[in-house]
Each structure stands twice: as C-alpha cells, then as structure tokens.
C-alpha cells in the first residue's frame, strides 16, 4: 500500500519567515495530494490540494509544488502569521483511488 | 449550515463495553470514511464507504464494526475486540468519485 513520510515533524519560525514543509510517498499510481490543516481539538481543515497533472498550486500565501519523478510534494507558507500555528498533514490517495494516506503530521509554531 | 457532524464530543467508555460513535453529513456526499487519530500520529483509515449498504475495511479495521443503511450517516461501533480504543476519531465525506475529503471535528474517546 501506500506509504506517505513527512518531514520535519516540528518546526518553528518567527512571524514573517517562510515554512516549508516536505513529503514523500511510494506508490507511483497516487495522482492526488492534500494538505490539511489541524488545530488542537479540532478535525483537520483542507487548505490546498494538487492532482498530478500540475506541477506547482498557489493560493494567497500558501503554495504546493509536486515532483512526481521523485515522488515528493511540499507545502510552502509565506509570510507566516501566529495563526499558522497548527498542524499540517499531507496525504496520498495511492491505488485505491478515494482512500488517503496521511503523514504524521508536522507541528508547525510561528513566534511573534 | 452544512457539514459534518460528528457526536458525542467525548465518550467513555468501560472495560468489555461497546460504544457507538455517530458521524452526520448534510453536505449531500456519497462517500463517508471513519479516522482513528493516536498522538504524534498521522489519520489511519478504519473503515470507508462509497454508497449506502456498502463499506469496506481500512488497515485497522479490527475490533470495529460500521454500518451505512442512510447516505447521510455512518455510524461506527467499537466494540470490546478493540483493545486500545483511546484515541481521537475523525469522520469524513467526499462527493463520489472525488478524492476531496471534508472532516467532522472529531470524538475524543476515552477508556475508564
């Protein structure tokens, strides 16, 4: 089945610098990626997604590019704000289609 | 307002007890998938379904059962086979044939 590593698992910034946010995956036959956003308590929020037709996503301050010959995809955040501090998983849906496979989890803290 | 609904916020439940943990969608989605959450840990997929009357088992289906008799509810059943139930479950849905999952805020579930 699908294997999905992310990287780093924690990760601190101060407000204003970037976040990058890195993930690999193994099954070549995965075609969608999301990044979901989690809050403590809270269940995880979709923030920006990419199909494998498209090599790079932008949406306001947050960007997600994909390389599918090395399998890898990141989350890019600009301009970090306190409130981006949560965290942020990504996902494969490997050959089943519709089932994702997630990460672990990166425990993003932007410091003012 | 239209989402997922997910109750009761959180349950305990005893030794050899079965406890039922509901999942609501308004959102008019074929598609439904039960999440178990455990600290430092990514979602792992328990069970999923795409239509009513069908579902099919995730990695850790063991020790759970589910059942999908309206398209709008799918309610998840732990029961006592399951022998470290503590952990945080999530519930989502997606448009059928759509890999786009929306979650519900979670049932934190606690062994007494």
């Known amino acids: 089945g699908e294997n999905v590593e992310q990287h780093p698992s924690t990760l601190s910034v101060q407000e204003g610098d970037s976040a990058v946010i890195k993930c690999t995956y193994s099954d070549s036959a995965s075609n969608y990626f999301p990044w979901y956003k989690q809050e403590l308590g809270k269940g995880p929020q979709l923030i920006i997604d990419?199909?494998?037709?498209?090599g790079e996503k932008k949406d306001q301050r947050i960007a997600v590019t994909l390389n599918k010959t090395a399998k890898h995809f990141s989350l890019h955040i600009t301009e970090t704000q306190p409130e981006d501090s949560a965290v942020y998983f990504c996902?494969?849906?490997?050959?089943?289609?519709?089932?994702?496979?997630f990460g672990k989890g990166t425990s993003l803290l932007v410091t003012p | 307002d239209g989402g997922i609904t997910q109750s009761p916020k959180y349950l305990f439940r005893k030794e050899g007890q079965n406890v039922t943990l509901s999942c609501e969608q308004n959102?008019?989605?074929?598609?439904m998938y039960w999440y178990r959450q455990d600290p430092g840990q990514g979602l792992r997929l328990i069970y999923y379904?795409?239509?009513?009357?069908?579902?099919q088992k995730g990695d850790i289906a063991e020790g759970y059962s589910v059942s999908r008799e309206k398209k709008e509810s799918f309610p998840l059943t732990v029961t006592s086979a399951q022998k470290n139930p503590t952990a945080f479950y999530l519930c989502?849905?997606?448009?059928?044939?759509?890999?786009?999952?929306?979650f519900g805020p979670g049932t934190r579930l606690l062994v007494l």
């Open positions: 989502a849905s997606s448009m059928f044939n759509q890999e786009t999952q929306y």
């Open positions: 959102l008019n989605h074929d598609a």
């Open positions: 996902a494969a849906n490997g050959d089943s289609g519709y089932a994702l496979n």
């Open positions: 990419i199909r494998s037709n498209v």
């Open positions: 379904s795409q239509i009513v009357n069908d579902f």
